[in-house]
């Protein structure tokens, strides 16, 4: 950084949550990775900062050395002491792909296809040999083949070159390779191979020596960026743009796995070694992935009916190896699906004939029918017992009550009017008991499909997919709290409990939705959409392996893990209308359906892989468009409709937008303000010193509507009107004195409107007024101001693409003056306003890359009091430090503090790529230390030390 001779400003730069742009496994098996300029080694948490302001793209060990390169810079690290050996140099051109050469010098392929080698010591350049073919290579590789090094480029005609650079040949092509359609960004060389990825988001395995394609592999839906060889298991591993990690068998090009490991904008970086394959992404983590050595297997049984006029109605796994299936007729058989028989175990063709429900409770399984009357079976021993349920109806579901921990023993019957019996299965499989009796609320399919209770409530979720709250303790028949069609007419699958006592239900709508239990009464804290693109979730299951989700998808019943979203199983069933069930033998999972008249089953080994996730905190993956602090944590929203509070022990991300996430504010009294695009804004509650939110507002300032909060909303966007697609550029709120309302709120929106609103503790909005300011708005900025007789005044201020800055003075809801000045040539991205009296001092920076800093008095207008040009290119930010700093940052990653004249006391570069919004820690100018949080694709926070002159 640079500073100012005679200003004591420091600035401390903090480890960035950016792309993890490089990866690579050293030969004592630790693994270390590149954020933009630092270099982190995984193993031993040691942080170096290589660059001053360039990324690392390759790291290239050696035995003892690691050479990191990175754009224009080179350096050298100890493998052993994680030490600078030698610092940042500058070469004189972009460095593609390096390879050491001898034990003191380096080859390095620059951007302009030339190879050069460089000694050791200082880098100096020892020789270069420019390629004959004189073009710009994205990707290319270095290898050494006994004495000669070998280069192959990918151009950006797209086509790989191999040639010797060193060798007699020195910069002819030896071997041109023509078959993509793209530009080729790595390159892989072996022997007898080429390994090739492209921007036509293909794999080519080519023959070296005749240029023949042996495979032209499809698989990945974007841009392929990194390739690397799995020699030891025949694979190929491939890495892009869809975040998909893919594993091929080299010698079929059949897919062997498919990982989706990261999220945001893809996959930057690759490293393998003996079946551990290390992946970072633009979610700025590191997923290790440990490949099993064992294969997948698969066997299909049939079994067949004793007679096809009589199909199996229903079929329920007793053991790891016997069915229980009841046909058509009512008979109950038990198929041996080791030894391919069944037997006859009861026949009550007048019970079960026509109409039956069953489900599994420990090691009893239990059958009720259209009169009423249980049926009990000890699935080991097969004994049987019959009771009547007490009241003689038709039993319209069995549902098994989940529990936190132990094995369930209880089970719920739903009979006619919604008549809920709550039973208790006793160790002698021949006793239930009655617990207690409820009432399911009226809908159109009244029955269970998922229960779950603890010591004080019992929690069930209908077919309607109503969740309902049913007190234990007491002899209240009816739900102490009722939520209907929470998820939708297909119903719920699993509740189930949290360690941190949240209740969590999942549904046929692929939601998952988080309770708590306060006050007898069930409160929605979050929604989550559990795998993109699917409905049907049926049971979620955490073990050692990861959080494996069931469901069915179209025709199919899948298993995926969703840390890794690989699907490892996929069988073709018809669908989950049809009786099916699944049983967990080890690692072998084994599926029955019936598909009439046989039953199949499908038994798969499962052979996870074992993973492991480097990250420091949660990130968004893509970009960052705002950023606050509340209570010393700080809330990022981003273009993936999310928020995320990030705090010292535990961050958590937060959905809700259903469109990107442009700006946020916050109020003193915790209430955070949250906008973005289809003119959507949410209000959230912040509970101090915990990173939750919960949603108490959500509103559409384009067509000032309420949407409900809590469950299914009836607010409907309507595609047809234009307005609809206006977003919310800008947030700001100010507390509000009148004892009825919390807050104003001012939007800022793209069609160039800005509405001021009022909040009511109530949690309700209330639209004061609305102005046209022609261009859309890039800013705004409330003000509250205190007259001397006491009276409250709101200045407005807004900033444009057009370089406007316009303030509005509102007095009791009504526009008393306003002022427009142009101060910049081109659009304002950033400003900051503080009030002095009845003085605006307002902070702009634009385009043009100017920081102008300005007055305006009420009476008499705008008035220039600096003006400089700071940043290279556009500026993006700017804030007031305290009294007398101010910092911004700009589309040049350079941070700059000034004084109040812009004149820089402080430079220094972010490792953020293209910055969005810059946000302070603290509004106090008395503080010595700030937090400023840079944000874009990522961010990065800096602590800057002021230090105040003491008296």
Not at 60 to 73: D, M, Q, R, V
Not at 723 to 734: A, F, G, H
Request: proline letters at 3%.
């Amino acid at each position: 950084g640079m500073s100012h001779l005679f200003d004591r400003t420091t600035v401390e730069c903090c480890l960035p949550s950016v792309a993890v742009t490089a990866i690579s496994i050293l030969q004592n098996n630790q693994v270390i990775s590149a954020l933009s300029s630092y270099l982190v080694n995984l193993s031993t948490s040691v942080k170096l900062k290589l660059f001053n302001h360039q990324a690392i793209h390759i790291i290239c060990p050696s035995k003892t050395l690691i050479l990191c390169c990175g754009g224009h810079s080179v350096c050298l690290i100890d493998a052993n002491k994680m030490s600078i050996v030698q610092p940042e140099c500058r070469l004189s051109d972009w460095v593609v792909s390096a390879q050491w050469f001898e034990e003191d010098k380096i080859a390095v392929l620059y951007a302009h296809n030339s190879v050069a080698l460089l000694s050791r010591s200082g880098f100096k350049t020892l020789t270069i040999v420019r390629c004959d073919s004189c073009c710009i290579v994205y990707g290319g590789c270095l290898i050494m083949e006994g004495p000669d090094l070998v280069c192959c480029s990918g151009t950006v005609f797209n086509r790989p070159l191999l040639w010797k650079p060193f060798s007699e040949q020195k910069g002819r092509v030896l071997a041109e390779y023509s078959g993509h359609t793209g530009v080729i960004f790595d390159i892989k060389v072996t022997a007898l191979k080429l390994y090739t990825v492209s921007d036509d988001r293909t794999l080519i395995i080519w023959d070296r020596s005749t240029g023949t394609i042996l495979n032209r592999l499809y698989g990945h839906t974007a841009r392929v960026l990194k390739v690397c060889l799995a020699q030891d298991m025949q694979c190929v591993v491939t890495v892009g743009e869809d975040n998909q990690c893919v594993v091929w068998c080299e010698d079929t090009g059949l897919v062997v796995r498919k990982f989706t490991p990261h999220t945001g904008y893809g996959i930057r970086s690759i490293a393998y070694k003996d079946g551990l394959i290390v992946t970072g992404g633009w979610d700025s983590s590191v997923m290790e992935l440990q490949l099993p050595n064992k294969t997948v297997d698969k066997t299909f049984p049939k079994f067949t009916s004793s007679s096809p006029s009589d199909p199996p109605k229903w079929v329920m796994w007793l053991s790891s190896s016997e069915l229980l299936a009841q046909l058509t007729s009512g008979e109950l058989r038990v198929y041996d699906t080791l030894n391919g028989f069944n037997i006859l175990v009861d026949q009550h063709e007048s019970m079960f004939k026509d109409y039956s429900k069953f489900c599994k409770v420990g090691n009893v399984t239990i059958i009720g029918g259209i009169t009423g009357v249980f049926c009990l079976i000890d699935n080991t021993t097969k004994i049987f017992n019959y009771t009547e349920s007490r009241k003689k109806s038709k039993v319209f579901s069995l549902t098994t009550v989940a529990v936190r921990s132990n094995v369930p023993d209880k089970f719920v019957c739903c009979q006619a009017e919604g008549e809920l019996t709550l039973f208790s299965v006793s160790e002698d499989p021949g006793q239930i008991v009655v617990i207690s009796s409820f009432v399911l609320p009226k809908s159109k399919n009244r029955w269970v499909t998922a229960a779950f209770s603890n010591h004080r409530h019992l929690i069930i979720g209908d077919r309607r997919g109503g969740v309902h709250l049913y007190s234990l303790t007491g002899d209240y028949r009816k739900p102490l709290c009722s939520i209907p069609g929470l998820h939708g007419e297909n119903g719920i699958s699993q509740i189930s409990a949290q360690e941190n006592s949240l209740i969590t239900t999942i549904g046929r709508d692929g939601i998952m939705r988080f309770f708590k239990t306060t006050n007898e009464t069930l409160t929605i804290v979050q929604k989550d959409k559990v795998l993109p693109g699917v409905g049907w979730i049926e049971k979620l299951e955490t073990n050692l392996s990861g959080t494996i989700a069931y469901y069915f998808h179209g025709q199919c019943f899948k298993a995926t893990i969703l840390e890794t979203c690989e699907t490892f199983l996929s069988v073709e069933c018809g669908g989950g209308h049809r009786s099916w069930d699944m049983y967990k033998d080890g690692d072998v999972i084994k599926f029955a359906y019936i598909s009439s008249p046989d039953i199949n089953v499908v038994q798969q080994r499962t052979c996870l892989v074992k993973f492991k996730r480097h990250q420091s905190n949660i990130s968004h993956g893509s970009e960052i468009h705002s950023a606050i602090y509340v209570d010393n944590e700080f809330i990022t929203a981003s273009e993936d409709c999310s928020l995320i509070v990030h705090s010292a022990d535990l961050s958590r991300r937060v959905a809700g937008h259903i469109s990107s996430v442009r700006c946020l504010c916050a109020t003193v009294s915790g209430i955070v303000f949250s906008a973005g695009g289809r003119g959507s804004l949410k209000a959230w509650r912040k509970p101090c010193h915990t990173p939750d939110l919960e949603l108490v507002c959500d509103y559409s300032v384009v067509s000032d509507t309420h949407i409900s909060v809590g469950y299914n909303s009836s607010y409907k966007f309507d595609k047809r009107n234009p307005d609809n697609d206006q977003r919310v550029i800008s947030v700001d709120c100010c507390m509000s004195k009148d004892p009825l309302y919390s807050c104003f709120v001012l939007c800022g929106l793209s069609n160039g409107t800005i509405h001021l609103l009022q909040y009511s503790h109530q949690h309700k909005f209330s639209r004061l007024l609305s102005d046209y300011q022609t261009n859309c708005i890039t800013r705004v900025m409330l003000l509250q101001v205190e007259h001397s007789d006491s009276s409250q005044c709101l200045a407005l201020v807004s900033a444009t693409t057009f370089g406007m800055v316009n303030v509005l003075w509102v007095e009791e809801s009504m526009v008393a003056d306003k002022y427009s000045e142009r101060l910049h040539s081109s659009g304002v991205n950033g400003m900051d306003v503080r009030i002095n009296e009845t003085i605006l001092e307002i902070l702009t920076i634009g385009d043009d890359g100017d920081v102008i800093r300005s007055t305006l008095d009420r009476p008499l207008g705008f008035k220039s009091k600096a003006r400089r040009t700071v940043h290279f290119s556009a500026g993006i930010a700017v804030k007031f430090l305290d009294s007398s700093k101010i910092v911004s940052v700009g589309s040049d990653q350079r941070m700059f503090v000034m004084d109040l004249s812009l004149q820089p006391v402080y430079c220094c570069y972010v490792d953020v790529p293209d910055p969005h919004d810059l946000t302070l820690s603290s509004d106090n100018p008395s503080d010595e230390e700030i937090k400023v949080l840079v944000c874009g694709k990522g961010y990065q926070e800096f602590r800057i030390k002021i230090p105040k002159i003491r008296y």
